[in-house]
């Protein structure tokens, strides 16, 4: 096939969105409302995305169970975040969050229900009344499958709005001019292998997680940070890479998610000695501290000997107290979850867990209009004008060094939307396609033609798998400088074996496998971008706990990360403490 510029078709659009997870339906449904001509790209059919598997619910302080407000949501989101969370951002989130839920509630969420008729509320992780007082309940819940009701209800209004989807097209590269605006993207048909150049005004990214970077992990196969590997090659910086969520309760040795509203419901976990530890770790939330914290709490007890099992590797999660009827009605996948996975009856059994990667806390540096924006000189940044990002590939930031259960789905929603609000004004001022930069498209196309070659060289599949696990045995939930460094070595490692990977000779398999091989390319960048941020980040503080630096260090760390990609530098910028009309919470000790 030649890949010469003009044999490539090209399709013109208002908005480009790569991503059918909420992130991306959310912001395309309101351009499609608002008749801008919206083209969405998923490298799946778009009810397939992750967000299909969230499982807890949906953040928003309704008061529908416990009393609650939004500025106690805002409070706990900060201390959550262990200070490094934006203000501006959190409460803008917070203040929408109520709203937000209504609106789906509206366009056919499912959400379960009090006996009074109003929105079911359960208590999750690091949520409290009154600025740190007693646990509130504010995570609203469709049982615990709320991301497979949100997503199927945003892909239906867009399919009545009239959104255009590409699905399972692949994103390859960015398409940049000059001046830096963004042209569209450089996509893949994934049946049949052909390359199309989608050129758009406008560019969001909503292309979720990097899961996959780690061995045990929660997250779909297909979470691979495409969009954030994007950026990174577009000159964009990623950030706070350092800061990815491990999850306390995945099932152990395998790593699928048991939701942290099995705790929200009542669930504790045990050790060996049949002690509820968490009440030595956090007094006050006991089992529903922060995740940062729980997880550290489950592997400090493993590391002294107080496992269960075998091996002593891994803990208990007791639901069988419960009762049969509120497992049935309130957490019924995860029993299936865990009847299939481990061939155990929770309602009866306990639960072997430990904690697994779970989400990516850094990302895509944006502001609160979904703007992907660059640090010029301390404290002032810039948009690139017509690209947009949202989502877990962003960071706005709201969840700062660790994010609380049931803040995600919000964030992806409110920023979906506030993205999809700002576009409709570029859109006004911005009213024509720029000219396509042909060397731009070149490139974009180079990286494709790379992987043509086919050999006996290393397999995508081996290396992928060496990545995962230097990442999980040198970047894991503790850290220390001789392990990081380690780390970097091995990973720059990989990097360079990347060079030395050629796809097997089996033409059956040959797209899925470029695909596969393109994925890797762009976990190895995200790979290199986590560990030289650990490395270089000699404090704790939420989800990055270093034993060599076990505090938090305020006067030379309340900064966020920078790494480019170009030679492997890093940068900071200020966290914005200041909120839109509030008080800023100034950082304490965080204690649960
Ligand atoms: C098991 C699990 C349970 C969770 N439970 C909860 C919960 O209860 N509450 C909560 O708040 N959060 C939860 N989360 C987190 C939350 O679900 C996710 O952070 C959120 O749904 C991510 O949404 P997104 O739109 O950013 O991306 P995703 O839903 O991950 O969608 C990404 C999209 O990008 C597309 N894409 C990616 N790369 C490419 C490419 N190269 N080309 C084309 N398309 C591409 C994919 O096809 C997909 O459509 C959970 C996460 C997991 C993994």
């Known amino acids: 096939m030649s890949y010469g510029d003009s044999s490539i ?5 208002d908005s480009l969105v790569i991503g059918a997870g909420g992130g991306g339906l959310r912001a395309a449904l309101q351009l499609a409302q608002a008749e801008a001509n919206v083209a969405v790209v998923s490298k799946v059919f778009p009810t397939r995305s992750h967000t299909v598997a969230a499982q807890g619910g949906m953040n928003a302080a309704l008061a529908n169970v416990l009393p ?6 805002m409070y706990d989101t900060v201390k959550g975040s262990d200070y490094l969370g934006d203000q501006d951002a959190i409460e803008y989130m917070c203040r929408a969050a109520s709203h937000l839920v209504v609106e789906l509630d509206h366009i056919g969420v499912p959400f379960s229900r009090l006996d009074n008729g109003k929105i079911y509320q359960r208590p999750f ?17 469709a049982a615990d499958r709320t991301g497979h009701a949100i997503l199927h209800s945003l892909y239906q209004q867009n399919i ?3 959104t255009h989807f590409f699905d399972e097209f692949f994103a390859i590269d960015l398409i940049k001019d000059e001046e830096g605006y963004v042209l569209g993207a450089l996509v893949l048909e994934i049946e049949t292998g052909e390359p199309i150049l989608i050129e758009a005004k406008t560019t969001l990214l909503a292309t979720g997680g990097v899961g996959q970077l780690f061995r045990t992990n929660t997250n779909a196969r297909i979470n691979t940070g495409d969009g954030l590997a994007m950026a990174l090659r577009a000159g964009i910086p990623a950030q706070d890479m350092e800061f990815f969520q491990f999850h306390p309760t995945g099932i152990a040795g395998k790593g699928m998610l048991i939701t942290e509203g099995a705790r929200g419901e ?3 976990l045990l050790n060996n000695d049949g002690e509820r530890f968490m009440e030595r770790y956090a007094p006050n939330a006991k089992d529903l501290a ?6 550290r709490a489950i592997y400090l007890e493993v590391r002294e000997g107080r496992g269960c099992g075998p091996q002593g590797g891994y803990v208990h999660l007791k639901l069988d107290h419960l009762g049969t009827e509120v497992i049935k009605k309130r957490l019924p996948g995860i029993r299936d979850t865990i009847m299939t996975f481990l061939g155990i009856d929770p309602v009866e059994s306990l639960i072997p867990v430990y904690p697994t990667t779970h989400y990516t806390m850094g990302g895509i540096p944006t502001n609160r209009f979904g703007q992907v924006v660059v640090p010029l000189q301390q404290s002032a940044e810039e948009p690139i004008p017509g690209l947009y990002a949202v989502g877990e590939c962003a960071c706005v930031s709201v969840h700062g060094a660790n994010r609380l259960g049931g803040n995600s789905l919000l964030d992806i929603v409110v920023f979906g939307r506030a993205a999809g609000n700002h576009i409709i004004d570029f859109l006004k ?4 396609h720029r000219a396509m930069n042909q060397e731009g498209v070149a490139l974009a196309l180079e990286r494709l033609a790379r992987w043509e070659k086919r050999g006996d060289g290393e397999s995508v ?9 230097a990442m999980e045995e040198y970047c894991g939930v503790f850290r220390q400088e001789d392990v990081l460094q380690q780390g970097v070595d091995k990973v720059l490692e990989i990097e360079r074996r990347l060079a030395d990977v050629t796809l097997k000779d089996q033409s059956k398999l040959f797209n899925t496998a470029r695909i596969e091989a393109l994925e890797l390319e762009n976990l190895v960048d995200i790979g290199v971008a986590t560990v030289v941020s650990a490395l270089a980040r000699k404090e704790s503080r939420g989800a990055h706990s270093r034993t060599d630096y076990p505090e938090r260090d305020d006067e030379h760390w309340m900064k966020h990360t920078l790494f480019y990609k170009e030679g492997r530098k890093l940068d900071y910028k200020p966290v914005r403490t200041k909120p839109i009309s509030v008080d800023s919470f100034p950082p304490k000790k965080r204690v649960y």
């Open 9 to 13: 078709p090209r399709r013109r659009f």
């Open 68 to 73: 609650d407000n939004w500025h106690w949501h």
């Open 125 to 141: 992780g690091g949520q409290s009344q009154n600025f740190g007082g007693e646990q509130a309940a504010r995570t609203c819940a």
């Open 160 to 162: 009545r709005a009239k």
């Open 266 to 268: 009542g669930g504790y």
């Open 290 to 295: 922060s995740r940062d914290v729980v997880s």
């Open 429 to 432: 001022e911005n009213r024509h």
């Open 461 to 469: 599949d081996e290396l992928r798998q060496a990545l995962q696990s």
